[in-house]
């Protein structure tokens, strides 16, 4: 929820969410002392500490084979989360008790380790992304034969999820001859957000600034007859937006993007998604195309479009819980 907003307020309103990168400390804030020399300790030295550590392991990961940076990615996974973020562990537990309500507690043990899994892997894998999508036989295609064909020439808005790998997602896409471009929201760690960054760029995934500033340029691209994948799954400020899970609908997330700009451009809509299936071996599912009724007024149908997307990602998410990256965040009322 954005500051300033309430519960109550009409949930047909979004309130933009506009990005400012935030500045560096100046040497004044050191000479200050107090709280501006610990923020600047702490950005220059502190943070520094674990940005090298997490570059130069990036770079060590490229001279292993993807296999076992996968499997170091699993194992430091299960072993930091049960000792050092019990919180998000307990979290995870309570958030898979709405999602799957008739899991028994073994099953909710087993998606609570594969959670820990997915996330050290995923953190791992950025390493050796493209050796991963360039493996044949890494990932296997379900209901994509006429994907390519049918997204030719026309706009398209892929819904992408946050399961499997979402790095991989995009990249299937690419190597099916598609041109992708999305937004993104920056990770606080700027090493991470250094190395997303390169990952994205030399795969050949077009990026656009995040927050508002983004709509315009996917407009255009839209107009133009380009893709965008919008993943519609998401969390922001450690509380889940999306999928709904029995709260009220409201319009603060991308779900409203998505039926707004595809009625405004005339774009498919065509939800896509990734799972592993075990290790570096995924699939990759591409969903029929979502089918937006026709609407007499503009907009008046905005909150039914948005409930048609939300019975689309919900099921998908609520079947690979364990996969989902957005586990740990808070299922509140926005």
């Keep these: 929820m954005e500051p300033g907003r309430t519960p109550d307020e009409n949930p047909t309103k979004r309130k933009a969410w506009l990005y400012r990168e935030p ?29 090298a550590g997490e570059i130069l392991m ?50 909710i043990e087993r998606w609570a380790e594969e959670f820990a899994d ?65 937004n993104y929201d920056p990770p606080k760690r700027r090493s991470h957000q250094w190395i997303t960054n390169r990952v994205r760029r030399r795969g050949g995934l077009g990026l656009l600034p995040p927050g508002i500033s983004y709509v315009r340029p996917a407009l255009r691209i839209l107009e133009a007859g380009g893709k965008l994948i919008i993943y519609c799954d998401e969390g922001f400020g450690g509380k889940l937006r999306a999928p709904f899970f029995g709260r009220p609908m409201h319009l603060h997330s991308n779900y409203a993007v998505v039926v707004r700009m595809a009625r405004k451009t005339g774009a498919l809509i065509r939800p896509v998604y990734l799972t592993r299936e075990g290790g570096i071996r995924f699939a990759f599912h591409a969903l029929p195309p979502v089918e937006l009724p026709p609407e007499e007024i503009r907009g008046s149908r905005l909150a039914e479009d948005v409930m048609l997307l939300n019975s689309v990602v919900e099921p998908v998410i609520a079947a690979n819980p364990g996969q989902w990256f957005f586990l740990d965040n808070r299922i509140v009322p926005l």
């Design 58 to 107: 990036f770079f060590a990961f490229k001279l292993l084979p993807a296999a076992l940076v996968s499997d170091i990615g699993g194992f430091l996974g299960r072993f930091a989360m049960p000792r050092w973020h019990k919180k998000a562990l307990s979290r995870v537990r309570s958030n898979l008790r709405t999602i799957r309500p008739d899991a028994s507690d073994a099953d």
């Design 118 to 182: 997915s996330q050290g892997r995923q953190r791992a894998e950025y390493s050796v992304l493209r050796r991963i999508a360039a493996g044949g036989s890494n990932i296997r295609h379900v209901g994509t034969e006429d994907l390519a064909a049918q997204c030719a020439g026309r706009p398209v808005i892929f819904i992408g999820f946050h399961t499997g790998n979402l790095e991989l997602l995009w990249q299937c896409l690419i190597g099916m001859g598609l041109d992708v471009t999305t």
């Design 23 to 51: 500045g560096a400390p100046p040497l004044a804030d050191f000479l200050a002392g107090g709280e501006a020399r610990r923020r600047f300790v702490d950005f220059w030295l502190r943070d520094n500490v674990g940005n």
